[in-house]
């Protein structure tokens, strides 16, 4: 930690808050909260933090740290989680982005609508979701459509509207789908009071629902207004049918929100059952990354806090299998929004208990195929990327395996060869391999190295049974290729795939063809052409720096008596560098050149 990250963090307010770590670029990659900011954050610099690979790598990264102080624990609950929505920081967990799934929406509107959307607004509208399966949300909102008359227009409507009669009511209102609010056929409180229903029934408060319909009808009944009360019974009907879809699942009529999780790696699905007047009207999953070397209580305590964020209706209980840190500051939080008590528990019974494990059972199915669908994914993506660079190299075959030369050397000194192995698109690391290469010394000459380079590489494989891969890849332009071909003839290889790539135009060489082709630069084919040569000459170039750098000192140490090339590779592999050698205690220098030869090695590193 350096003396200005330090100071920093002395003159940090022992004060609630939130506080961001930013990385050299400004970047901040975690936030977090906490009821003393000073003590907090230099828990992370501790010497005693225990060890943990995922907090070590945030701590080395941290150049500079942001606070903002709050009033209290709660608010700074709040802002972490807005904090950590709207940034996504590297080191945080974090729930996937849920823009794909729709909500149901009614708008801050006079006269409100009803109907699917994407996008959340601030602007008083209620928001209910969101919906993970489609069907359930067709299926609402036919309901919705079924038994009630709200419109479906997308005009603002207003008393100033239907007083200047700007609007004509539509075939909705003929057919009895709509109760004609834009020419005032229907009052803003009747209108309002059909709203609260819509409502009642989004928040799964559909038993109470249909009791008010019922007392409704039955009053109706009695005023011998019989058309009305057969309109009302048809809508009780409906209401019932789509409730005794719903699993019963608690003797108390009680609202209850209920989480589990499964996690593996980085990734973690959490599901929610929604509980309404003792029964379970609809599930919802939750996927997030970032979760490595978390504990359960902290993934659960983000998904909490991430998901009621933004949902519209807040239970009286909300259930998790372990207890978390900040649970006073979040029942807090959710009292303030629902305007009554609301508290988060554990199961105290056999019941509750079955509710959580039925709740983490189906959070580990969903978590298993999303890690299927990812794998998938990757599968399918590699294979699409072959076939496209099969199609544009016109290869028979998919190059699921390749492997691409490369040549390194100063001015013909050192020189080296590369070869790196991608598989399915990914490099293989295990099958790198590196050559000094002997054929070629005192001046470079990029052909002759590699015919070497080729001819080793496949002759060995050959020797050992191997299987030559899908394409090589040469780095270089039409004399490689030739030498490359040269060698494979050589070994009796024929019609295997082979091209060049040149870096100056990124051009293709293809052999038997005279004039190089070249690939759109948006091509994905290329770019993994690229990717691939780019990746041999790091690993050449890589290699070649480190053999010029044992010749340099190897020539130094030839300047000592009695020191040959043999013996100063010894040293140098046994010390591993000048310095080493230095720092090293003369009895160990001895098992290695003797005493006389030790002395005088001391004595000329000394005068270094």
């Known amino acids: 930690m350096g003396n200005e990250l330090e100071i920093k963090i002395q003159n940090l307010p022992q004060l609630p808050g939130v506080y961001q770590f930013k990385d050299a670029n400004g970047k901040v990659i975690y936030v977090g909260k906490a009821k003393n900011l000073r003590n907090r954050v230099r828990s992370y610099f501790a010497k005693s933090q225990p060890s943990n690979p995922k907090l070590s790598a945030l701590v080395s990264k941290i150049r500079d740290i942001e606070v903002i102080v709050t009033p209290s624990e709660i608010e700074a609950l709040i802002l972490e989680a807005n904090l950590i929505k709207k940034l996504k920081p590297r080191y945080n967990v974090s729930l996937k982005d849920d823009k794909s799934f729709p909500y149901i929406v009614v708008t801050n509107e006079p006269f409100p609508r009803v109907f699917s959307t994407r996008k959340i607004k601030m602007d008083g509208s209620k928001y209910f979701g969101p919906y993970t399966d489609a069907y ?27 007083q200047k009669k700007k609007i004509k009511v539509c075939l909705d209102y003929h057919i009895k789908k709509c109760g004609g609010p834009c020419e005032g056929l229907v009052s803003k409180e009747e209108y309002n009071k059909m709203i609260e229903q819509v409502i009642q029934l989004l928040n799964g408060k559909i038993d109470k629902l249909v009791e008010s319909l019922k007392a409704q009808m039955e009053k109706l009944a009695e005023e011998l207004k019989f058309e009305e009360a057969a309109i009302l019974r048809d809508k009780i009907k409906a209401l019932e049918i789509y409730t005794a879809k719903q699993s019963i699942v608690s ?53 909490i806090t991430q998901y009621y964020l933004n949902s519209e209706y807040i239970p009286a209980e909300i259930l998790i299998p372990t207890q978390i840190d900040n649970s006073t500051s979040i029942e807090m939080w959710l009292s303030e929004r629902k305007n009554s ?43 699409n990327l072959l076939k496209g660079l099969q199609k544009e190299l016109h290869l028979d075959r998919l190059p699921r395996k390749i492997e691409c030369f490369d040549i390194s050397n100063i001015q ?22 590196k050559f000094k290469i002997r054929s070629v010394s005192g001046k470079p000459d990029d052909f002759a190295s590699m015919e070497e380079a080729i001819e080793r590489r496949y002759s060995r494989l050959l020797n050992e049974g191997g299987k030559m891969p899908d394409l090589i890849v040469i780095d270089g332009g039409k004399g ?60 050449a170039i890589t290699f070649h720096r480190e053999v010029r750098a044992k010749r340099i000192l190897s020539t130094q140490l030839l300047g000592v008596k009695g020191i040959g090339e043999k013996r100063a590779k010894l040293l140098l592999s ?17 098992k290695i050149v003797g005493k006389n030869i030790a002395r005088n090695l001391k004595e000329f590193l000394s005068k270094e």
């Open 251 to 303: 003797i108390e009529p009680i609202d209850r929100d209920i989480f589990a999780i499964a996690y593996e790696d980085e990734d973690a699905c959490g599901v929610l059952f929604k509980i309404r007047d003792g029964k379970l009207i609809g599930s919802q999953q939750f996927f997030m990354t970032g979760v490595a070397y978390k504990e359960e209580k902290e993934i659960i305590e983000t998904l």
């Open 341 to 383: 008590n609301v508290k988060i528990k554990t199961p105290e019974n056999e019941d509750e208990s079955r509710l959580v494990s039925m709740c983490r059972i189906n959070a580990k199915y969903h978590l298993d195929e999303y890690k299927i669908q990812k794998m998938k994914a990757k599968e399918e993506f590699a294979p």
């Open 136 to 162: 359930s949300l067709k299926q609402t909102l036919k309901l919705i459509r079924e038994i009630f008359m709200v419109r479906s227009c997308k005009y603002y409507i207003d008393d100033d509207v239907i």
């Open 480 to 539: 490689q290729l030739s030498s490359a071909i040269k060698s494979l003839e050589k070994l009796g290889i024929k019609n295997q795939p082979i091209i060049a790539i040149a870096k100056k135009f990124e051009e293709i060489y293809f052999p038997n063809i005279d004039f190089p082709q070249s690939l759109p630069k948006s091509s994905p084919a290329l770019h993994l052409l690229q990717r691939i040569r780019n990746e041999a000459h790091r690993f």
């Open 574 to 590: 046994k010390f591993g560098s000048i310095e080493g050698i230095k720092q090293a205690p003369i009895e160990e220098l001895e």
């Open 412 to 433: 013909g000194s050192d020189i080296v060869a590369s070869v790196v192995v991608f598989e399915n698109g990914k490099p293989k690391k295990s099958e790198y391999r």
